[in-house]
């Protein structure tokens, strides 16, 4: 990969910085809802219509078939213009489902699945974790027995983002018996308005509703649903986790970036309660020079990411390097916010808009699980990136 910006890169940048300056969007509803979920499918199927959606998708299938280089440009052009970044209710399916069948399913299954994705005429959430299986995800009890040219589905998924609203979901199920643990796994897709799937939502302490309970009652999936093959359902699974940390987690980067300008011009304009001003404080801004300074070494870690997808067609364990830091680093750039704003920090409200520094503050100790837990990712890069012994 390139990472020098040519005449034509610079052309691309100012072809979608036109672009967004004209079209975005704006802000989009507090997410969870039906109207957010509109929103993400609108704004998806305009970018579809207009030429500018999957980026770094091939061709074939509806993207613009550009490089990863190209596609980091696009994401800062949306940052900077306040365009939605992490496409919503669109996002599963964006950056789980759809390069997970890229990378692992069959042609058919590509050509089926991958248009109405980018499209935004499907959306997908995502089934993997249970209520004994989240941390420890080889624990799922779900199961799936083969009967003829489907297979049947009975259990309990939990905290399925989205799932009241998706129109297919990313499962995995244990479709034989008896096995244990990371054996006789299978990723297949479930239709979530099928005969038998129940969704209930779980209501958070934030007064949200976007993560829910999904109940499996004999629900019949078609055996040309499973992607990666009928018992290799954990290497599609670490397939998808790999793409969810190596490029999933690129909106929230950026997220992260724009949230570190925010806090800083925050610095600039508020007092501490000793009368000095926040930006003139050796401690705070010794902490945004650090964050700050992560910024910028975790936009050469994505950089290596999508280089290694146009590389093999998937990342590899290194996105868990990026999931730990963004986690970390948004939970440290909030913890900064609070300690600026003092008590005005405590007027918190159930909107993601109302106090958006409150707010960050909360769903930063949630990104630290979300997309696995960051002692899980410590783990990973422990095993499969340094090489050292197994944790016993």
Same mark, same amino acid.
């Given at each position: 990969?390139?990472?020098?910006?040519?005449?034509?890169?610079?052309?691309?940048?100012?072809?979608?910085?036109?672009?967004?300056?004209?079209?975005?969007?704006? &802000?989009?509803?507090?997410? @969870?809802?039906?109207?957010?979920?509109?929103?993400?499918?609108?704004?998806?199927?305009?970018? $579809?219509?207009?030429?500018?959606?999957?980026?770094?998708?091939?061709?074939?299938?509806?993207?613009?078939?550009?490089?990863?280089?190209?596609?980091? +440009?696009?994401?800062?052009?949306?940052?900077?213009?306040?365009?939605?970044?992490?496409?919503?209710?669109?996002?599963?399916?964006?950056?789980?489902?759809?390069?997970?069948?890229?990378?692992?399913?069959?042609?058919?299954?590509?050509?089926?699945?991958?248009?109405?994705?980018? !499209?935004?005429?499907? =959306?997908?959430?995502? @089934? $993997?974790?249970?209520?004994?299986?989240?941390?420890?995800?080889?624990?799922?009890?779900?199961?799936?027995?083969?009967?003829?040219?489907?297979?049947? *589905? /009975? @259990?309990?998924?939990?905290?399925? &983002? /989205?799932?009241?609203?998706?129109?297919?979901?990313?499962?995995?199920?244990?479709?034989?018996?008896?096995?244990?643990?990371?054996?006789?796994? &299978?990723?297949?897709?479930?239709?979530?308005?099928?005969?038998?799937?129940?969704?209930?939502?779980?209501?958070?302490?934030?007064?949200?509703?976007? =993560?829910?309970?999904?109940?499996? !009652? /004999?629900?019949?999936?078609?055996?040309?649903?499973?992607?990666?093959?009928?018992?290799?359902?954990?290497?599609?699974?670490?397939? =998808?986790?790999?793409?969810?940390?190596? +490029? @999933?987690?690129?909106?929230?980067?950026?997220?992260?970036?724009?949230?570190?300008?925010?806090? +800083?011009? #925050?610095?600039?304009?508020?007092? #501490?309660?000793?009368?000095?001003?926040?930006?003139?404080?050796?401690? *705070?801004?010794?902490? #945004?020079?650090?964050?700050?300074?992560?910024?910028?070494?975790?936009?050469?870690?994505? #950089?290596?990411?999508?280089?290694?997808?146009?590389?093999?067609?998937?990342?590899?364990?290194?996105?868990?390097?990026?999931?730990? *830091? %963004?986690?970390?680093?948004?939970?440290?750039?909030?913890? %900064?916010?609070?300690?600026?704003?003092?008590?005005?920090?405590?007027?918190?409200?159930?909107?993601?808009?109302?106090?958006?520094?409150?707010?960050?503050? $909360?769903?930063?100790?949630?990104?630290?699980?979300?997309?696995?837990?960051?002692? %899980?990712?410590?783990?990973? %890069?422990?095993?499969? +990136?340094?090489?050292?012994?197994?944790?016993?």
């Amino acid at each position: 990969m390139d990472l020098k910006e040519s005449d034509e890169d610079r052309e691309f940048r100012q072809k979608a910085r036109d672009y967004l300056s004209a079209n975005s969007p704006g &802000t989009p509803p507090d997410r @969870g809802d039906i109207a957010s979920a509109e929103f993400s499918k609108a704004w998806q199927r305009k970018l $579809f219509e207009d030429g500018w959606a999957g980026v770094n998708w091939p061709q074939e299938y509806g993207g613009l078939g550009l490089s990863g280089w190209r596609y980091l +440009i696009w994401m800062e052009e949306c940052a900077r213009s306040g365009a939605p970044l992490s496409s919503g209710a669109c996002y599963t399916g964006l950056y789980h489902a759809g390069p997970t069948i890229m990378a692992r399913g069959t042609e058919e299954q590509k050509q089926q699945w991958l248009p109405k994705i980018l !499209d935004g005429t499907h =959306t997908w959430c995502q @089934g $993997f974790s249970e209520p004994g299986a989240g941390t420890d995800l080889a624990n799922m009890r779900c199961r799936g027995e083969l009967d003829g040219d489907h297979i049947v *589905i /009975n @259990g309990h998924k939990t905290w399925t &983002t /989205n799932g009241h609203l998706a129109d297919y979901q990313e499962a995995v199920v244990r479709t034989e018996a008896g096995s244990q643990r990371h054996k006789g796994l &299978t990723w297949l897709i479930v239709p979530m308005h099928a005969d038998g799937v129940t969704v209930r939502p779980i209501k958070t302490m934030g007064g949200e509703s976007e =993560t829910n309970d999904t109940f499996y !009652d /004999n629900v019949r999936v078609p055996v040309a649903n499973v992607v990666g093959g009928v018992g290799n359902g954990w290497s599609t699974a670490m397939a =998808t986790f790999a793409f969810e940390r190596g +490029i @999933g987690f690129i909106p929230q980067y950026f997220k992260l970036t724009k949230r570190v300008q925010q806090v +800083i011009e #925050l610095a600039e304009t508020t007092y #501490l309660p000793s009368g000095k001003l926040a930006s003139t404080d050796d401690s *705070i801004v010794q902490r #945004l020079a650090k964050v700050k300074a992560e910024c910028i070494g975790l936009k050469a870690m994505i #950089l290596s990411g999508l280089a290694q997808i146009e590389r093999r067609g998937e990342p590899g364990a290194e996105g868990s390097i990026v999931k730990v *830091i %963004i986690s970390t680093t948004l939970q440290e750039l909030s913890r %900064i916010a609070r300690d600026i704003m003092g008590n005005q920090f405590l007027d918190y409200a159930s909107s993601e808009h109302s106090n958006p520094n409150a707010y960050e503050y $909360f769903w930063s100790w949630v990104e630290t699980v979300a997309g696995g837990s960051n002692e %899980i990712q410590r783990d990973v %890069i422990a095993d499969r +990136i340094l090489g050292l012994p197994r944790a016993r």
